[in-house]
């Protein structure tokens, strides 16, 4: 049996929404579904899973009407979805009346529920989000009604806050696969057993690194799991080392060669600058935001002072003491660290 196993899609997030680069975030989240859909109907998956936060708010009606006829070209795959924390079941909620097509099922109860497709001889168990925050491990009330079946757990959480649930804990439940979502970096907790699919597309600067699904060929003898590359952008964090030579126009170019030798022209950029720079230049952020796709610029460096120079010319007063103070044979990170911005914060108070 092959099962896509999918998660936090957060469709109606629109990240970056003030980007001049003319990128539409919140239609390459809806494309991303889209992909996963054709995958499942070329690959004639059995199983759709989508492990909570398809949507990252309470889904608009015209969105849940989207999102069914994306999933109404499926002609062999059975779907299956829980609510996630962002798009909990309120009371207001469109979920609750929401007609889907009927090989698309929503196991919208908050305390667990499940649906056997006979003709695969599978159950799928899976309990909904009715708050935003869930500090209890409701997955300890669900359990396996037939162990002759093959058996899959849909859920969402793992941190404290959210459905606190152990790796040893859903183990032991005995589920024959375990689909989870929440966190948006793919990982395996167990080979061939459980499973957090990741994000789709990365939603916020913190979700680096590839994102996609997983593929799973499931049996009641075991799981393979293939993890497929789905996303059509990645965060990447880009260091920049400088030194005294480095003025603001010298910076851009070293990082646009540097973009250029990644070879990923469609990514964002998070930019960390780190060693030295000349003590009169100071390098302008809005000029390294104005490249593309830069979404985040740290600035580490430091002057590079010429404290031989400084200690003779502020030998009388606090800046030459305070050099004579610091400096020694065993000059350490910290030691350093303090010489540099004790006298950067002594030269600025002198104006």
Request: hydrophobic fraction near 35%.
């Amino acid at each position: 049996m092959k099962i896509v196993h999918i998660a936090d899609t957060h469709l109606g997030a629109n990240p970056h929404q003030d980007n001049t680069w003319q990128i539409d975030r919140a239609k390459e989240l809806w494309e991303a579904v889209e992909r996963v859909v054709r995958f499942a109907e070329k690959e004639k998956a059995d199983l759709l899973l989508i492990a909570g936060d398809m949507f990252h708010r309470q889904p608009l009606m015209r969105e849940l009407k989207e999102l069914n006829y994306i999933f109404s070209q499926l002609t062999h795959t059975q779907v299956v979805f829980i609510a996630g924390n962002h798009d909990h079941v309120k009371a207001s909620s469109y979920y609750k009346t929401f007609e889907w097509e009927k090989h698309v099922h929503f196991l919208a109860s908050p305390t667990g529920e499940s649906i056997y497709f006979e003709e695969l001889n599978t159950e799928v168990y899976g309990l909904s989000y009715d708050h935003y925050e869930i500090k209890e491990n409701r997955c300890n009330d669900i359990v396996i009604r037939d162990k002759s079946r093959i058996n899959i757990l849909l859920a969402h959480g793992g941190d404290e806050k959210h459905i606190p649930f152990s790796k040893a804990e859903l183990s032991a439940k005995g589920f024959d696969y375990v689909a989870l979502g929440h966190i948006h970096v793919p990982q395996v907790l167990i080979p061939g057993k459980i499973a957090y699919a990741g994000s789709l597309e990365p939603v916020d600067m913190g979700d680096e690194g590839v994102h996609g699904f997983f593929l799973a060929d499931l049996s009641k003898e075991g799981c393979e799991l293939k993890f497929i590359k789905c996303a059509k952008r990645e965060y990447r964090t880009l260091e920049i080392e400088c030194d005294s030579s480095f003025t603001n126009r010298k910076l851009l170019n070293v990082i646009q060669e540097d973009m250029e030798k990644t070879n990923a022209p469609a990514d964002f950029w998070k930019l960390v600058l780190t060693g030295f720079r000349d003590e009169d230049i100071s390098f302008d952020k809005e000029d390294i935001y104005a490249l593309n796709r830069v979404v985040s610029v740290v600035d580490d460096t430091k002057p590079d002072y010429d404290f031989d120079k400084l200690a003779q010319e502020y030998e009388k007063n606090i800046i030459g003491r305070y050099i004579q103070n610091i400096r020694s044979d065993d000059m350490t990170d910290t030691k350093r660290r303090a010489l540099y911005f004790g006298v950067k914060a002594l030269l600025d108070e002198m104006g």
